[in-house]
Structure formats: structure tokens, C-alpha cells
């Protein structure tokens, strides 16, 4: 089993993010904001070209990840990819206020679900190369262990955090 490199993504960091492909996989996310909320989003691992190229998770709206959108909030780079800045534009969950197990959520922010959606949401997936990646990006060794530590390591209850 390869080791994948956890970094604290900072604002400013480039990241590039994949063209957009039809087949890619889906996590519809589930919330309650005066009254109950579901979504789809795409799980990508995308490169912080800040942090040595290293893997970062990402769960990008689907209503987002298409060239029209992305054309228009980052650079599209000549092998067809985007680069995309990290700002306010995009928010985060991560286990602590030290940035530990950080992953990024692009969205709209009217959008308010917790932090923990997401990663139970991706880790129960039966799509599970998605589990995988993320519970490898966030530094657990199988989706399995993952899933156990999840209750234990990101406090439930908490929104994600705008950078």
C-alpha cells in the first residue's frame, strides 16, 4: 500500500483540478437546513501544486464541475486541467484547528451542511475507490478504519470553515 502525503492546504495554494469527465463518480450528500437537503457532488483527489504536487480531497457541486463553470473561476491549462486559487470561494472541514485531515469542499455556500456529511458520505459509498482515496488522503489506512474514526476524530455537529 502506497503512502499518500497529508498537507494542511493554505489559502493561496494552487490547486489542479481534472477536466471534467461524464463518467465521473457521484456522493449525494444529505443535510438538514430547515428542512431536509440532499445534493451530488464529485470526490476528486486533486494536486496542491503548493504542497509538492501532494493529493488533496475535494467535493466539488456537480452543478460546478463542467468547463463552463470552471472556465470561469480558474485557468485552464493547456493538457485541459484547471488551476484553481484557494480562497474564499472555496470552505473546508478538517479533525482540529490545526488544519490535521484537511479536505475541501466547492460549492455554494448557502449550502450548509456539516462537516462529517461528507466523509461519512464518501467512506459508506460503495464506489470504493472514492473510500480509498479519501481515507488515504486524510491518513487512515483503509476506508475502514476510517469509518471507526470518524466519530472520534471530527467533531460532529461542526459546519465547514471558509477560508
Not at 460546478?64 to 480562497?87: F, I, M
Amino acid at each position: 500500500m502506497s503512502t499518500i502525503k497529508t498537507v494542511t492546504v493554505q489559502k493561496g495554494d494552487v490547486l489542479v483540478i481534472p477536466s471534467p469527465a461524464p463518467a465521473a463518480p457521484r456522493l449525494t450528500i444529505t443535510w438538514a437546513q430547515l428542512g431536509s437537503h440532499t445534493a451530488d457532488y464529485v470526490p476528486l483527489l486533486v494536486q496542491d501544486k503548493d504542497q509538492g504536487n501532494a493529493e488533496v480531497p475535494i467535493f466539488i457541486e456537480i452543478e460546478w464541475y463542467n468547463d463552463a463553470y470552471l472556465s470561469g473561476v480558474a485557468h485552464k491549462t493547456e493538457s485541459g486541467a484547471y488551476e484553481l486559487t484557494v480562497d474564499e470561494k472555496l470552505q473546508y472541514g478538517q479533525k482540529n484547528g490545526n488544519g490535521d485531515q484537511r479536505f475541501l469542499v466547492f460549492h455554494d455556500k448557502a449550502r450548509k451542511p456539516y462537516q462529517h456529511r461528507f466523509l461519512e458520505t464518501a467512506l459508506a459509498s460503495k464506489a470504493a475507490g472514492i473510500a480509498a482515496g479519501v481515507a488515504g488522503a486524510l491518513g487512515y489506512g483503509t476506508a475502514a478504519t476510517a469509518a471507526t474514526s470518524i466519530a472520534k476524530n471530527f467533531r460532529v455537529g461542526d459546519y465547514l470553515h471558509t477560508f
